[in-house]
Nanobody, 120 residues
């Protein structure tokens, strides 16, 4: 099983990026994005599990989606802010209940991360 994250890069404040996470080896009911800024703990960003979940910090600016045919998850990030910078990780798992969908310990599989830098 492998999760391959891609799409990160350097963007100016207010700009947009689209992250992708391609899963191989099996399908997952729940897939999510977490991020980690330098010197900070990894935090939940968004998850897809028939329903979309977002952190308050990105709600209204980010949109998560999943293409089951391609076994790939996406994160469309608009109106990016300086504080959105960090390494974005995709995660996946099965049997994750609603109350734990925002917890990184609920996920069994992780991608390698893709760097997002928002800077003027």
């Amino acid at each position: 099983v492998q999760l391959q994250a891609s799409g990160g890069g350097l963007v100016q404040p207010g700009g947009s990026l689209r992250l992708s996470c391609a899963a191989s080896g099996r399908t997952f009911r729940t897939m999510a994005w977490f991020r980690q800024a330098p010197g900070k703990e990894r935090e939940f960003v968004s998850a897809f599990r028939s329903y979309e979940y977002y952190s308050d910090r990105v709600k209204g600016r980010f949109t998560i989606s999943k293409d089951n045919a391609k076994n790939t998850m996406y994160l469309q990030m608009n109106s990016l802010k300086l504080e959105d910078s960090g390494v974005y990780y995709c995660a996946a798992g099965n049997g994750i209940i609603t109350s734990t969908v925002r917890s990184e310990t609920a996920y069994d599989y992780w991608g390698q991360g893709t760097q997002v830098t928002v800077s003027s």
